[in-house]
């Protein structure tokens, strides 16, 4: 059985010219145009498709693979807007993927790129998208545990900070000082768990905290080390900006990492900068 805006295995009933029918079972045949039939293919065989309906309202077929399916989110850039029906997004199909007007939860541009769920009427089989993303998100409340690594991907910026998508099931909010470096919308990043609040929102950041992280960064200050002949220039009392250039880090965790190392007698204090001490 074939499904609207989905990849699909349809196998092939009988052929034009121009022409590959595919079967669609309780849909009936889909048609793919010649321009997509794959070399050799001949009634009986399976083809891996994607259904959609075209600028004629046809059922059709594509062996294009577009950049996302219904029921996924996806960043896409928006190729033009028609004050009277909405926005067309590029999604690497031939026809447009339409964003209604009712569907906006702010006004887009063309050229912009947008973070857009995809989206499939029911009634009339149609494929749109929509940027209300809170009415496609899970039902659950969350379960997450403070520290926990999540992948996140930005949606919008506000005042506070950024919108993110939570492993693509929830959204959440990346405070603007927790954030050592802007954001754009569509960016993928690693972030972790600050606190999930009893009305179901999410507070993020992008660093790792507790025992685990500091132990990573202080293997990274090892090798570090090891690479620069057993020297490093920075040190508790080195600038923030230097600190995030060379490990990613903030001076908070890089000073843990520092005592840690210091306590475990793995460096000494030079002031300034650390040295490996030698076994």
């Given at each position: 059985?074939?499904?609207?805006?989905?990849?699909?295995?349809?196998?092939?009933?009988?052929?034009?010219?121009?022409?590959?029918?595919?079967?669609?079972?309780?849909?009936?045949?889909?048609?793919?145009?010649?321009?997509?039939?794959?070399?050799?293919?001949?009634?009986?065989?399976?083809?891996?498709?994607?259904?959609?309906?075209?600028?004629?309202?046809?059922?059709?077929?594509?062996?294009?693979?577009?950049?996302?399916?219904?029921?996924?989110?996806?960043?896409?850039?928006?190729?033009?807007?028609?004050?009277?029906?909405?926005?067309?997004?590029?999604?690497?199909?031939?026809?447009?993927?339409?964003?209604?007007?009712?569907?906006?939860?702010?006004?887009?541009?063309?050229?912009?790129?947008?973070?857009?769920?995809?989206?499939?009427?029911?009634?009339?089989?149609?494929i749109y998208a929509t940027t209300r993303l809170s009415q496609?998100?899970?039902?659950?409340?969350?379960?997450?545990?403070?520290?926990?690594p999540v992948d996140l991907i930005i949606t919008r910026e506000?005042?506070?900070?950024?919108?993110?998508?939570?492993?693509?099931?929830?959204?959440?909010?990346?405070?603007?000082?927790?954030?050592?470096?802007?954001?754009?919308?569509?960016?993928?990043?690693?972030?972790?768990?600050?606190?999930?609040?009893?009305?179901?929102?999410?507070?993020?950041?992008?660093?790792?905290?507790?025992?685990?992280?500091?132990?990573?960064?202080?293997?990274?200050?090892?090798?570090?080390?090891?690479?620069?002949?057993?020297?490093?220039?920075?040190?508790?009392?080195?600038?923030?900006?230097?600190?995030?250039?060379?490990?990613?880090?903030?001076?908070?965790?890089?000073?843990?990492?520092?005592?840690?190392?210091?306590?475990?007698?793995?460096?000494?204090?030079?002031?300034?900068?650390?040295?490996?001490?030698?076994?």
């Amino acid at each position: 059985m074939a499904e609207i805006g989905k990849q699909n295995s349809l196998r092939a009933t009988r052929e034009t010219p121009q022409v590959l029918y595919l079967d669609g079972g309780p849909l009936g045949e889909i048609l793919l145009p010649g321009l997509y039939i794959p070399q050799g293919t001949v009634p009986g065989d399976l083809v891996e498709v994607f259904v959609y309906r075209d600028s004629e309202d046809r059922l059709v077929a594509t062996t294009d693979v577009p950049l996302a399916t219904v029921g996924e989110f996806a960043l896409l850039r928006v190729v033009g807007v028609n004050r009277n029906i909405g926005a067309f997004l590029d999604w690497a199909l031939p026809k447009d993927l339409l964003l209604p007007y009712r569907e906006m939860e702010n006004p887009v541009t063309e050229g912009e790129w947008i973070v857009v769920y995809v989206h499939l009427d029911a009634r009339t089989e149609r494929i749109y998208a929509t940027t209300r993303l809170s009415q496609h998100l899970s039902k659950e409340p969350p379960t997450y545990t403070v520290g926990q690594p999540v992948d996140l991907i930005i949606t919008r910026e506000t005042p506070l900070g950024y919108v993110a998508l939570v492993d693509r099931s929830y959204l959440g909010l990346l405070y603007r000082n927790l954030v050592p470096k802007p954001l754009r919308v569509g960016d993928y990043v690693q972030g972790y768990i600050v606190a999930c609040r009893p009305d179901g929102k999410i507070d993020l950041t992008l660093e790792s905290s507790g025992r685990s992280a500091v132990s990573s960064l202080s293997e990274q200050i090892l090798e570090t080390l090891e690479r620069n002949g057993g020297r490093l220039d920075l040190d508790d009392d080195s600038p923030p900006e230097a600190i995030r250039a060379a490990f990613g880090a903030s001076k908070k965790a890089f000073k843990q990492a520092i005592g840690q190392l210091y306590r475990s007698q793995r460096i000494k204090l030079e002031k300034p900068g650390v040295s490996l001490v030698k076994k």
